[in-house]
């Protein structure tokens, strides 16, 4: 990094009320900063998570922007629309829609993918009602949470580590729609080819902390976001600067950060 002490990278996906966090967040977070993060958006998998990631907020500042959602593999339709419920009450303190998205790695059978595509679509409508973006995970389902998505008029949206094709990603690309880069970049040829192929206007840095880091035994953090930022330059062949620039602009064309 040119200017690591300038704190303009935003970490798009990161689960920080995972306990594993629990011991030293504090530490984790001034790494962050010292690695040149400005802010992080903390996703949740339930309504107990976005509930804590208010309080986190109320801790930490700007630095945490909470988000709230349910987590594709769990089929509770009372709990989504708990969810959404909440999400309208705290609209004016969130950040994003998330994590929601469909997930056909770990659910095959179609009547739950059914139900996934239902409390998906509740999410994307709300998304839209509100204004506020969706911070999607498409794990084995890129192309037909897109399809959805489009179907329904999504307007901001963030698919956060893309599992597919760049062919696939095209119509989210055409729709405005942008994809976020996690640090297992550095060991995931799918991700360097995703990469390659998507123009720099379209994408994010992110971590998924705890998982997706560099090493895959090890728990990831938010600062290595900023390895994101040197692997998208290699793979560009362009300035480290100038990736800074473009996930700057899109940090804030997406979610005013
Ligand atoms: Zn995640």
């Keep these: 990094m040119s200017s690591p002490k300038s ?46 990631n208010l309080e986190l907020a109320d801790r930490y500042g700007e630095m945490i922007r909470p988000a709230a959602g349910l987590y594709p593999t769990y089929l509770d339709l009372d709990e989504a629309l708990q969810l959404v419920a909440w999400i309208e009450q705290h609209r004016e303190r969130l950040a994003a829609i998330g994590e929601v998205g469909l997930d056909h790695w770990k ?85 360097q080819k995703l990469v390659e192929r998507l ?19 090890s728990r990831n953090e938010p600062a290595n976001a900023a390895l994101v930022v040197s692997a998208i330059a290699e793979i560009k062949d362009t300035p480290e600067e100038d990736v800074v620039d473009a996930v700057e602009r899109n940090a804030q064309r997406l979610f005013g950060i």
């Design 199 to 217: 123009p720099l206007e379209s994408l994010l840095l992110e971590t998924d902390s705890p998982v997706l880091g560099p090493d895959p035994q």
């Design 7 to 52: 704190a303009r990278l935003l970490d798009a996906h990161a689960h920080l009320v995972d306990p594993v966090f629990d011991d030293d967040r504090d530490c984790v977070l001034e790494r962050a900063r010292a690695a040149g993060l400005k802010a992080i958006i903390a996703v949740g998998e339930t309504l107990a998570d976005a509930k804590r």
């Design 107 to 191: 659910v095959k059978d179609e009547g739950e993918r059914e139900i996934q595509r239902d409390i998906f679509s509740r999410f994307i409508d709300l998304s839209i009602r509100l204004d506020l973006p969706l911070n999607v995970h498409s794990r084995s389902a890129g192309r037909p949470a897109i399809e959805l998505m489009l179907e329904r008029g999504a307007k901001k949206v963030l698919l956060h580590a893309f599992d597919g094709r760049a062919a696939k990603a095209m119509p989210a690309v055409e729709a405005g729609f942008f994809f976020s880069v996690p640090p297992s970049i550095v060991r995931s040829r799918q991700q």
